[in-house]
């Protein structure tokens, strides 16, 4: 509300969305909290769009987004990591402005060994007319994005959010099932101490990969040595170097020649929030928040945090020739 008063033309609408998603991350945490306990852990027995099994929690998340949002005349179509094609508002709804894209929950092997997972959120203005919104309203350049934000269910839920006035943090008090700002104006440090990537895929990357990854590890000319951290899901991996500093990578490698990660579900807001908060983000060669997205669920590699890291990277990997490691 602090940040819609600087913009006098403001309706007060997209803080009611804010406000919708506050509600669906509630529902959410109460239910991954007690995860344990009710008979939601394990799959779903279904395959998403991606070909991944869907875990009942997944699914679970995915519909509680939807459904706080779809009735409110807020948006005109959402978009799910989940779902294969955009879900427009029922014609008999009213059809808002907004455009939410979202994976309901990051991270979801990490669902049933109790290590943190996350809910991603990117949020566009329509660019169709008006009536049920369409894919094309979906396919925007992150850069357009008006907010984008991530709910972390850790050891408390934090809701990050940016509007393009800087980034705010919210820890969720169960106590009064509020969220109350306990980060205010995030700045992420210009050079990490952390790097996070899944070293396992060592020898399906290219020599450039290989160089950086090396270099964080042992120290290379200004580049001083990282400890590594990775945890395996995203939210949580970028929450810590966000607050902390550190580089993600997910570059391109032999298995995943485009990466692995999703451009609009999981790079374009994440990255909007590096950006706001001082840090980077590019796909190996140019900022991710330029790529014009083709497909829905197109993926992209990805290399995240802190400024000079994402530059020592980006410098790397465009001298070798791709991004991330990819082909160009
Ligand atoms: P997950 O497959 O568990 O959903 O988006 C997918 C993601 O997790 C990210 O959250 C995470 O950073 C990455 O994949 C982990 O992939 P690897 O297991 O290949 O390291």
């Not at 980060?183 to 290989?210: F, L, M």
């Amino acid at each position: 509300m602090e940040q819609e008063r600087l913009h006098p033309e403001a309706t007060g609408e997209l803080s009611n969305l804010l406000y919708d998603l506050c509600l669906a991350a509630k529902i959410i945490s109460r239910h991954v909290r007690r995860a344990g306990l009710t008979d939601i852990l394990g799959a779903h027995g279904s395959v998403n769009v991606q070909g991944e099994q869907q875990q009942n929690l997944d699914v679970f998340a995915n519909e509680t987004v939807r459904d706080a949002v779809q009735h409110t005349g807020r948006v005109c179509v959402t978009a799910s990591e989940e779902d294969e094609e955009p879900s427009p508002v029922p014609a008999n709804r009213l059809a808002g402005k907004y455009v939410l894209l979202y994976d309901p929950l990051d991270g979801s092997t990490n669902i049933d060994v109790n290590a943190s997972i996350g809910t991603i959120f990117s949020i566009h203005r329509r660019v169709t007319p008006g009536g049920p919104g369409r894919l094309e309203d979906c396919l925007q350049a992150g850069r357009r994005q008006v907010a984008a934000g991530y709910i972390v269910y850790g050891s408390s839920t934090v809701l990050v959010y940016t509007t393009g006035g800087g980034v705010h943090g919210f820890t969720l008090d169960p106590t009064i099932g509020e969220f109350l700002l306990s980060h205010p104006d995030i700045r992420t440090p210009a050079v990490g101490k952390y790097y996070s990537v899944n070293e396992s895929n060592w020898n399906k990357w290219t020599p450039g990969v290989q160089r950086v990854v090396g270099a964080f590890k042992n120290g290379e000319g200004p580049v001083q040595a990282k400890n590594a951290r990775y945890i395996g899901s995203l939210v949580a991996d970028f929450h810590r170097n966000l607050i902390a500093g550190g580089v993600f990578l997910y570059p391109a490698d032999t298995k995943s020649p485009q990466g692995k990660l999703r451009l609009l579900y999981e790079a374009a807001p994440l990255a909007m929030i590096a950006e706001q908060a001082g840090g980077a983000a590019t796909d190996g060669r140019a900022p991710i928040l330029d790529q014009q997205p083709k497909g829905l669920h197109q993926r992209t590699p990805l290399v995240l945090g802190s400024r000079d890291d994402v530059a020592f990277v980006t410098g790397v990997l465009s001298a070798e020739g791709g991004s991330a490691g990819g082909a160009r």
